[in-house]
């Protein structure tokens, strides 16, 4: 009953826990197809390198809030710097984050990068996407200057903000120059990844998998080291939930845009019916 209370406080998903495991096998067997038909039909970009990756954090942020303006409405008067975490913290933070600006000065906007987490070349660009364009930075900035209640900041939506985040992290694969077979690739690589841990939080919190659980599930995946199955099992004990609120917040985003897609076609079909 907690675990299922911490998902929905997590995640702002309404959807039992029942249907949030159908909903991550959906796109989970949608991104092993995606998989399979990029092996079947190209190359890979084996180092996925493109003209972005020996760019600066700062000169990848301006190409990033540049290209989105195709996608996003343009933000004006935004400045942002990046900064870089003391070693002495390193170990104990994420390989990057975006420190969230006062309430009365959301123009002056900082992203921390992890020297340790040894972020360069695509991992740093969608990670960069991730906490800058179209991302958190942008999300809070279009935010504040869309006019919404200050009273917004005082509250938290996890699975708002992580899963929009998420998604500006799976749109910026296309913007990094890489052929559409190679993007399609690393972008479900990186959502199935996603749905793995997910479908775990799930299965160690509420289905009470121990480690021949967790090992057997891995095991169908090509992960059969017991030292890997530890490692992960343990991350997912200490922050139960922490994965759903990226990827469920990611899904029901995912959702709301098919959505939208589906209704903007039935809106289309019936104008053309009444002609």
């Not at 826990?17 to 159908?22: E, G, P, R, V, Y």
């Not at 090992?215 to 099992?233: M, P, R, V, W, Y």
Request: hydrophobic share 35%; net charge negative.
């Amino acid at each position: 009953d907690y675990y299922e209370a911490l998902v929905k406080e997590t995640t702002g998903s309404s959807r039992s826990i029942s249907d949030l495991k159908k909903l991550i096998n959906k796109y989970y067997k949608n991104d092993l197809l995606c998989l399979k038909t990029c092996l079947e039909n190209g190359e890979i970009a084996e180092e996925a390198l493109s003209s972005y990756s020996d760019n600066a954090p700062e000169e990848i942020l301006l190409h990033l809030s540049q290209k989105i303006t195709a996608d996003f409405p343009e933000l004006s008067g935004v400045n942002y710097q990046v900064k870089y975490v003391n070693e002495n913290l390193a170990e104990h933070i994420s390989p990057a984050f975006y420190l969230t600006p006062p309430v009365d000065n959301s123009s002056e906007n900082v992203i921390y990068i992890n020297p340790s987490s040894n972020l360069k070349d695509l991992s740093l660009f969608t990670t960069l996407a991730h906490e800058g364009y179209p991302g958190h930075l942008y999300q809070t900035v279009y935010s504040t200057q869309s006019g919404l209640p200050n009273i917004r900041s005082l509250l938290n939506f996890g699975g708002y903000t992580e899963g929009w985040a998420t998604y500006a992290e799976m749109y910026s694969y296309r913007l990094y120059g890489m052929d559409s077979v190679s993007t399609s690739y690393y972008m479900h690589t990186n959502t199935l990844n996603l749905s793995l841990y997910a479908r775990l939080d799930i299965g160690i919190h509420y289905d009470g998998w121990k480690l021949p659980e967790i090992k057997s599930f891995l095991s169908k995946f090509g992960i059969t080291d017991e030292a890997s199955a530890c490692a992960i099992q343990t991350a997912i004990l200490e922050a139960p939930a922490n994965y759903l609120k990226y990827y469920i917040g990611y899904l029901e985003f995912c959702e709301l845009k098919e959505k939208a897609l589906q209704d903007e076609l039935t809106k289309i079909a019936e104008d053309a019916a009444k002609e």
